[in-house]
């Protein structure tokens, strides 16, 4: 080999080399450095740079969301380990360790795209295959606000109804939790449906697909409890010394408080209590026709409190448990997750409230989850998913509703809840019925794009210091690309009518037909019903 040729070789080796640290890495931060960490729901906070002063320990905590042990730079630079990783961001340097296992840390290249290739290859791998393909092509309807414990049989077909009476395309329609007898007692409660598989049989035929929510808790007290802890599959109390009589078990099965009251809850680290919760899951598909499943809960911190399990476990590792349920269902949903980036998972933002605040935390968080890997997604439900927020009727905000459904128009996914035809003006309505129109209208590329991503690990929707890295766009949070050739750029501020937005080199179409020169920032005007988007040509 020619001493030219060898040089390459050794210089590209030694940009894509793996440091393999003990426990404990400290890394200083470079001037114009910036840095993300691998939790969704921090994404507005990044990225975090030389002045930053963070903390924060993945190990039992995924603050509420989908999370990667990794740090990914600017500079090309990344660190990963196996295991939960703690970091912290102080005095220009970063302090990474963990309680087990080796950190991983390198470079390759010298930007976020090339970090995030070589990453995305080695450490998390797309396998090829997405979920449905309706995810992507239509909207996706959630009964939650509109029923939120009152998951019936005549209120869902009434939902149902109206979403095709006001003209909605049909497409994902997921029942919400309290539709099942009990927790862990996966059926029908037959007060609340009279005829489950004649109310799904009568969404299909109005072209849905139907989803149903499950959990791994188990009501304590049940007889579905009983059972499972007498055949062990349950996750036990460390204390061995209970103040409990147990009269029908010698398992002593862990009692977890989670936001439903206590219960028991499935080791799923146990092939038969897999096998179990599977046939649950199945027993619906076959019974009733349920199409797939929304999988809440799981989240790590529900695990930290010394259970034990069939397979001694770090508490992500029952996170991930979990979300591996869901490789079995292509109508799935999680919103907390742990290293299942590359998988065909659908990754939702965590709730959000229906405030502007929130609002404003979508595309940076949705851009955290492209860079983690999590390349399915969906950012929360159309004007926020947390609940009590929509109690009071008189603090719903129309424009609110209206500007959250233009920001989740052209990301991978877009899901109502509340309905617009309750809550919105007639004008205002049809502004969120032309938005769910345009993501039908897009809805063949944006499939395209995510089967580009099974392949590639591409993301589907990127942040633009990521497609176009190099120029300076890191501290950009309110505009993003869909593929390489869709820049979009939201409102996310209240009374908002005008805004500035970024274009990088090249021609660019608008969404309002004309041909704009990039390379330069631009004054748009953004009147309501506009959502600004503009076209590589």
């Not at 001493?3 to 200083?28: N, P, Y």
């Not at 147990?246 to 002593?252: E, R």
């Not at 992500?316 to 742990?338: C, D, I, K």
């Not at 990088?504 to 330069?520: C, L, N, Q, Y």
Request: proline residues 5%; hydrophobic residues 40%.
């Amino acid at each position: 080999m020619k001493a030219g040729k060898l040089i390459l070789v050794l210089t590209l080796l030694l940009s894509i080399s793996d440091l393999k640290g003990s426990d404990k890495v400290v890394i200083s931060i470079e001037k114009g450095e910036y840095w993300w960490s691998g939790l969704s729901s921090k994404g507005y906070e990044m990225p975090y740079s030389i002045d930053t002063n963070v903390k924060f320990d993945l190990w039992g905590d995924n603050n509420g969301n989908q999370a990667q042990p990794l740090l990914i730079s600017s500079k090309g630079r990344y660190v990963w380990s196996e295991e939960p990783i703690s970091f912290e961001f102080n005095n220009g340097q970063i302090t990474v360790s963990t309680r087990n296992g080796e950190i991983i840390h390198g470079k390759s290249g010298n930007n976020l795209n090339s970090a995030y290739k070589y990453i995305s290859e080695k450490f998390f791998p797309s396998n090829g295959i997405i979920p449905a393909e309706l995810f992507f092509t239509h909207p996706q309807y959630n009964t939650w606000i509109e029923l939120m414990y009152d998951q019936n049989e005549n209120d869902i077909l009434k939902y149902a109804n109206a979403i095709i009476d006001n003209g909605f395309p049909p497409g994902v329609i997921m029942i919400d939790d309290n539709w099942q007898i009990d927790y862990g007692n996966w059926d029908f409660s037959p007060s609340k449906f009279k005829d489950p598989k004649g109310l799904i049989k009568k969404l299909h035929d109005k072209g849905f697909k139907v989803m149903v929510w499950v959990c791994p808790f188990i009501s304590a007290d049940s007889e579905i409890f009983r059972k499972l802890a007498k055949e062990g599959l349950l996750l036990l109390d460390k204390d061995k010394e209970q103040n409990i009589l147990w009269a029908n078990t010698q398992n002593k099965a862990a009692i977890i408080r989670w936001w439903n009251g206590a219960s028991a809850c499935l080791d799923l680290s146990n092939p038969k209590a897999k096998e179990w919760f599977k046939s649950k899951l199945d027993y619906l598909v076959d019974t009733y026709g349920v199409d797939g499943f929304k999988f809440d809960a799981g989240d790590a911190d529900f695990y930290t409190k010394g259970v034990v399990s069939f397979n001694e476990s770090n508490p992500n590792e029952h996170t991930m448990y979990f979300a591996e349920m869901g490789l079995y269902y292509p109508l799935n949903e999680y919103r907390a997750s742990w290293k299942m980036a590359g998988l065909p998972l659908v990754q939702r933002l965590r709730d959000k409230g229906h405030n502007w605040e929130d609002l404003k935390k979508l595309i940076p968080d949705q851009m955290s989850q492209s860079i983690m890997g999590y390349n399915y997604t969906c950012p929360d439900m159309i004007g926020g998913g947390e609940y009590q927020s929509f109690l009071n009727s008189s603090t719903i905000d129309e424009e609110l509703i209206v500007r959250s459904a233009q920001v989740h128009t052209l990301m991978p996914m877009m899901q109502f809840s509340v309905g617009p035809w309750r809550v919105l003006s007639k004008e205002n309505m049809k502004i969120c019925l032309d938005m769910a129109n345009l993501h039908t209208k897009m809805g063949e590329s944006i499939l395209q794009l995510a089967k580009e991503s099974s392949k590639t690990g591409e993301p589907i929707v990127k942040p633009m210091a990521l497609a176009f890295p190099d120029n300076g766009y890191e501290l950009i949070k309110d505009q993003f690309m869909l593929g390489n050739d869709i820049l979009v750029a939201p409102v996310v501020e209240k009374g908002v009518r005008s805004r500035k937005v970024v274009l990088p080199e090249g021609k660019w179409k608008s969404d309002e037909g004309f041909i704009v020169k990039g390379g330069k920032t631009i004054d748009i005007n953004v009147p309501l019903e506009r959502l600004p988007y503009f076209v590589k040509q």
